[in-house]
């Protein structure tokens, strides 16, 4: 018990840590799924294409953060044109019931859900017709129904809602439960097939219940640091349900902007699709824990790009203990260090031996200061270096207020290969994109006199993927020829419409133009040459009340005068920009 303990500590610092993530203007990103997942508790393969969200806040309203037991949550989600679906894994080793409040959900073991389907942050003090608290206690385990727990708000229809609770501990890695949820968009007061791009109101809530005796000690929060969510929807942070489509295949954009390998998570990787590790407990039995660090275990965010030459790969690694091997030192994989499989054709076939184009690059901490472009230790057949650059970098502290910090908290790897080298003629992918084959792995060695006391991956649960490349997962490059990013921040004071100058103005070939609606409406921006002829439609939907900032590249058009008109209701503006190339 002294070890899980030690353990969960380790993950609430984890879950504190993980903040090297873009966040796109505090806007919450939701992509569309074309898959529907299995309502079941499980990771279902769409779910790990997906990188966990952490909760950020631990010190609700004043109250210490749980660093006796542990509380830590990660959470995904993703929509459809039919529904919104949850995924919330609840990290938390005491699982036990209050039995002074009995009939208090809030006061148990609990998460809690805050949606509002308009964004709607003028209620203060109730809650309106499109505004819904979600409750799910860890006791209805083994009892779910269609109702979601305890729904809080007005009148809500449950037909079509499912959700499942299941306990973790021995599959995961960590302590804990995961509970996924399915609610109809058309319940929330949301029109499915017109919502990409639409704004919603969200927020999580953890709750919980260590003492049997009485309420509840803890809680964490991901957007407020205020315990009146279930009052205050103007409080409530916000969500965007993004044109972002995802499956099973990981899609890795292409980049336009240069790349310097210096261990900097540079602005060029705001477009990358940040995938995180999914699976904490390699190959262990029920009775193994995840990692025997007394700090932290371990966890990376990755952030993965391409242009015609080369691949890129931003890795930020948590880690609070890196202590060399000295039983094992010629051994990588028996180091703190990750692993990057990469397969340039995608072939799932290849069971025992690695391929022509299946390598394993092993880059251990103890290489930073003494990089070279040989990427740590390569593995498959003949590799040419030619090109490869890579950088290792003691990373920032990073925490929030009430988190755990902790100095020493990891580092990052930066990763150049040239596409050739791994198989892939990078000039000649078109619009169907280039499938291969992707596999992270974090190696983690706390203990200087043994070997590697825990494993992490993004997609298989096996320690096999050294010598197995049927298992690892599916990634395509593809092209992003006229890129968008739409990003987006609420304010409660826009009274008028504005179009601002684009900035950088004049631009080559990417720059970022903004504007403001004090209405929720449909809204239309599109770029037009001297012409008059469309070149490009950067938003077409509904927005609520709020300023916008939409990234937009001219890679493919020439230099010139272009002009750019935001279109609602009853108002039209326009302004022109120079492309200089």
Request: glycine letters at 10%; proline letters at 4%; charged letters at 20%.
């Amino acid at each position: 018990m002294k070890k899980v303990l030690l353990l969960v500590l380790s993950l609430v610092f984890v879950a504190s840590l993980v903040e090297a993530k873009i966040v796109r203007d505090s806007i919450y990103q939701i992509p569309k799924t074309k898959i529907a997942p299995v309502i079941d508790g499980d990771q279902d393969p769409i779910w790990k294409v997906l990188d966990w969200n952490q909760q950020r806040i631990y010190t609700v309203d004043g109250a210490p953060a749980d660093s006796g037991a542990g509380l830590a949550g990660l959470s995904k989600a993703m929509w459809d044109e039919q529904n919104l679906y949850i995924l919330f894994y609840t990290i938390d080793d005491v699982l036990a019931p209050n039995p002074a409040n009995p009939g208090q959900a809030w006061n148990q073991d609990a998460i809690e859900l805050y949606f509002d389907g308009a964004n709607d942050k003028t209620h203060v003090t109730t809650r309106g017709a499109t505004q819904y608290q979600f409750t799910i206690p860890y006791f209805l385990l083994g009892s779910e129904t269609g109702n979601l727990g305890y729904v809080f708000g007005s009148t809500f229809d449950t037909t079509g809602c499912e959700f499942k609770l299941k306990d973790v501990s021995d599959t995961e890695g960590f302590p804990g439960w995961m509970a996924e949820f399915k609610i109809p968009l058309g319940a929330l007061g949301v029109d499915g097939t017109g919502a990409a791009d639409q704004l919603v109101g969200w927020e999580l809530q953890q709750d919980e219940s260590d003492d049997v005796v009485a309420g509840r000690p803890s809680m964490s929060k991901w957007w407020s640091n205020s315990n009146s969510s279930w009052a205050n929807p103007g409080i409530w942070g916000t969500a965007e349900l993004s044109s972002r489509e995802v499956d099973t295949v990981l899609e890795i954009n292409k980049t336009t902007a240069t790349i310097t390998v210096d261990g900097d998570l540079d602005a060029a990787y705001q477009n990358a699709n940040a995938v995180t590790m999914n699976l904490f407990r390699v190959d262990a039995t029920s009775t193994d824990v995840a990692d025997t660090d007394p700090l932290i275990g371990g966890f990376i965010t990755a952030y993965p790009l391409w242009d015609a030459e080369n691949y890129y790969l931003f890795l930020d690694v948590v880690d609070g203990i890196i202590a060399p091997n000295a039983a094992n030192p010629g051994q990588a994989w028996n180091q703190d260090a990750v692993e990057i499989y990469f397969d340039g054709t995608n072939d799932h076939t290849q069971k025992t031996t690695r391929g022509a184009t299946q390598y394993q690059f092993t880059i251990p901490y103890f290489l930073i200061g003494a990089e070279s472009g040989n990427l740590g230790y390569v593995f498959g057949t003949t590799f040419d270096t030619t090109g490869c650059a890579y950088k290792l970098k003691d990373r920032d502290v990073r925490g929030n207020s009430g988190m755990l910090t902790q100095e020493g908290s990891g580092y990052n790897v930066e990763v150049k290969i040239p596409l050739a080298a791994l198989g892939v003629d990078g000039g000649s992918i078109g619009e169907a994109g280039q499938p291969i084959g992707f596999e992270l792995q974090l190696d983690n060695s706390s203990d200087v006199t043994v070997g590697r006391v825990g494993m992490e991956k993004w997609w298989s649960n096996s320690n096999s993927s050294w010598a197995n490349p049927g298992i690892w997962g599916s990634a395509i490059l593809v092209p992003k020829s006229g890129t968008k990013a739409v990003k987006g921040q609420y304010s409660s004071i826009i009274s008028s419409y504005n179009l601002s100058q684009n900035y950088p103005n004049p631009f080559n070939p990417s720059t970022q133009i903004t504007y403001s609606i004090p209405k929720n409406e449909k809204v239309r921006l599109a770029i037009y040459n001297v012409l008059g002829k469309q070149v490009a439609e950067l938003v077409n939907g509904n927005k609520s009340a709020g300023t916008y900032t939409v990234d937009f590249s001219a890679e493919n058009l020439s230099s010139g005068v272009y002009f750019y008109k935001l279109e609602t209701g009853n108002t039209v503006l326009s302004k022109k920009m120079m492309l200089l190339k």
